[in-house]
């Protein structure tokens, strides 16, 4: 589920954004995400290739952020899952003698873009840079 | 599903500002909306507690709106619906040495509600008489 996904690159990218000075391995990030290593490999494959997160192979290898984390904001992370559009209407066989019906799906679709948009508006705000400001320093 | 339910609740709706002078069967409704008169009728009775639809009983009963098509907006819709907000974090058990893990709850909680409000503040701009204006006058 993409929304669950959603959380869990946040939680990731926060925690590298965080921890910016040390690579971090998949492990410690599935310890502080309290999930399982193949879902975090999984979702750090995607944001790898969303050119968010840059991997070092070996025993002392780890994740880093690609960039700042005033570079990074929430429309990067919830893109770079791909996600399915919630709000995307069903292409459903309209009721031919039915104007109504068979203006719905033009309708909807006008309806989720709106929606997706404003979405996407609000997260775009939203850095990691600014979410690791609500973290206590230890 | 509440996405499928806000579609066909939408639907619905443009249906009924669509055909203002008569009262609608929610049979016919179903036939528009290509479903069963039983989805139909769970869904009159969620819009008719949230005061969107009237239901006269009886052989030449039907549904229709309560309101103008211009007093009825999406938002209206879709909090008829009570939906369970698709970016609301979930409960986990944080592991406690971690602070981004201690944080996230409540960094999510603060995404979820600023979404929420982006929707909601879109949805609010699309009223039903404007979705009506989309569809072709046979």
Redesign the interface.
Known sequence: MV??Q??TA??VL??LA??RKDLMSSDLLA????TNPVVIRRLLSLLTKASLVTTTRGKSGGVKLSKDPNQIN?KDVYLALSPVD??A??E????KE????C??Y???T??SV??Q???L???ES?KLSD?IK?????
Request: aromatic fraction near 6%; include cysteine.
């Open positions: 929304n669950q959603f959380a946040v939680h926060t925690a965080f921890n310890q502080s995400v309290n929430l919630p709000m209407p069903r459903k066989s309209p009721l039915c104007p109504v019906s203006s719905m033009s309708i909807m006008k309806v709106g929606t948009k404003a979405t508006k609000y997260l939203q979410l609500k973290i206590p320093k230890s």
